[in-house]
Nanobody, 121 residues
Framework: QVQLVESGGGLVQAGASLRLSCAAS????????MGWFRQAPGKEREFVAV????????YYADSVKGRFTISRDNAKNTVYLQMNNLKPEDTAVYYC??????????????WGQGTQVTVTS
């Protein structure tokens, strides 16, 4: 498995931006697709974005398309989630995940501890 550590969460107002980072260790980073998921209180964990091993292919949930951008730096073993024009409904704990290309939690075998993002109106 991979050890994943997220950072960059915080409390912001609607319309603001945040960039989440996820540092990976323990397995060759470029061998994994990387994903971001989020979980709001009382809700199931939901897919946000995924990026392929090379970084060429990316896929987003409809709710974040056009506002969020996933990227990765294989030299730094880090994946990022740039979040622009944040909305209150984006409030959740955001999790980084490593594994196979997919949009369900089952595609990923390693998870970070999560970072809280809170957006106020």
């Amino acid at each position: 498995q991979v050890q994943l550590v997220e950072s960059g969460g915080g409390l912001v107002q609607a319309g603001a931006s945040l960039r989440l980072s996820c540092a990976a260790s323990g397995r060759t980073f470029s061998s994994d697709a990387m994903g971001w998921f989020r979980q709001a209180p009382g809700k199931e964990r939901e897919f946000v974005a995924v990026i392929s091993r090379s970084g060429v292919n990316r896929y987003y949930a409809d709710s974040v398309k056009g506002r969020f951008t996933i990227s990765r730096d294989n030299a730094k073993n880090t994946v990022y989630l740039q979040m622009n024009n944040l909305k209150p409904e984006d409030t959740a704990v955001y999790y980084c995940a490593a594994g196979r290309w997919g949009i369900t939690t089952h595609a990923f075998d390693s998870w970070g501890q999560g970072t809280q993002v809170t957006v106020t109106s």
